[in-house]
């Protein structure tokens, strides 16, 4: 008896949805008698849905899939938010009405800057300030009691730090690096010979005293040129092979010969080498605890989301 009055209230929510269809878009799911309507996923969906807009075109693949993504993640996190109001309502919780007025204030004066403003952008996506007032409360309780439920209960020790260092030590490795100036010459075709011989007559300058720094600001024709041709620490793996060969086989202050690729020729300057190491521990320390606290978090949140989905009515609409 108690399910068949259960599903009579979804049947005559979702009714009456359906018939404010210009206003709700129809219903895509019932938690406990809230009903989460496709208007309202659009709506919280659409900060997300813009950034894609600027990444992808929207007829792409690309864009279509991550869309889905979004939009399923939107459905979910709108069903976590009533989850975690019905748990409000229910566990005996209240938010003074002063309280939410002080907290709409807050919004208007970071967000909005006056109460003019704020009419007008409600306005124009169709909102009364009752509907924001009540957006404003329920983004505050779920704060709150996510962070109560899960923030507060998270508690990363230094003995978990260090074990998780010591069993990821392999991470935390960096590559033989090598401080370089370079000088680039591009070819304007795959059988250039003119650049090869101009490199060839740089590199004896250098060879005869020049400053590697001066040739390389008058002659290369990269990036680096302005600089002296002064490029950051690099690992072996961030050369290309023909140069990380010549660079790792010469040691601080030597100048190599010209290097020859299909596109351009180079010469390079090795100023200071570094061999690989293991971070010490006590340099990434606050990374791991970062990390271990994300992965406690994400474990404790969906913990207590699967509790309260335990204790609550929830239909989907396909």
Same mark, same amino acid.
């Given at each position: ?8 209230? $979804?049947?005559? @929510? ?63 996190? @709108? $069903? ?42 409600? *306005? ?14 329920? %983004? ?15 508690? !990363? ?46 590199? *004896? ?44 086989? #010469?040691?601080?202050? %030597? ?11 180079? !010469?390079? #300057? ?24 994300? %992965?406690?978090?994400?474990? @404790?949140?969906?913990?207590? !989301? ?13």
């Amino acid at each position: 008896m108690k399910y068949f009055r259960f599903a009579f209230l $979804i049947v005559i @929510l979702a009714s009456a949805a359906w018939c404010r269809a210009d206003l709700v878009d129809g219903v895509k799911a019932v938690v406990n008698d809230k009903v989460i309507t496709y208007a309202e996923i659009k709506e919280f969906a659409a900060p997300a849905l813009d950034a894609l807009r600027h990444q992808y075109p929207e007829d792409s693949p690309e864009f279509q899939q991550k869309q889905y993504g979004v939009i399923t993640n939107s459905i979910e996190l @709108l $069903i976590e938010r009533q989850l975690i109001l019905h748990h409000f309502d229910t566990a005996g919780y209240r938010l003074p009405e002063s309280a939410v007025d002080e907290l709409a204030q807050q919004r208007i004066r970071e967000r909005f800057g006056d109460r003019i403003t704020l009419m007008k952008t409600l *306005q124009a996506q169709g909102m009364t300030y009752e509907e924001f007032r009540q957006n404003v409360r329920d %983004q505050y309780v779920e704060f709150e009691l996510r962070r109560r439920n899960v923030n507060e209960n998270i508690v !990363i020790s230094p003995f978990q730090v260090e074990n998780y260092y010591k069993a990821h030590e392999a991470n935390y490795k960096v590559e033989d690096q090598v401080k370089l100036r370079r000088i680039v010459l591009n070819k304007t075709s795959s059988d250039d010979t003119n650049t090869i011989v101009q490199a060839q007559d740089i590199l *004896q300058k250098i060879r005869d005293g020049a400053s590697f720094a001066d040739m390389a600001t008058n002659y290369s024709q990269d990036s680096q040129a302005k600089q002296g041709g002064a490029m950051d620490w690099m690992m072996r793996s961030q050369l290309r092979k023909e140069l990380s060969d010549a660079a790792f086989t #010469l040691n601080a202050g %030597q100048v190599s010969d010209v290097i020859e690729t299909p596109e351009a020729c180079y !010469i390079l #300057l090795v100023e200071d080498k570094k061999p690989a190491y293991v971070r010490p521990l006590g340099e990434i320390r606050e990374e791991i605890e970062k990390n271990l606290r994300a %992965q406690k978090h994400d474990q @404790l949140e969906k913990e207590w !989301i699967e509790s309260l989905r335990k204790k609550t009515f929830i239909r989907i609409f396909a």
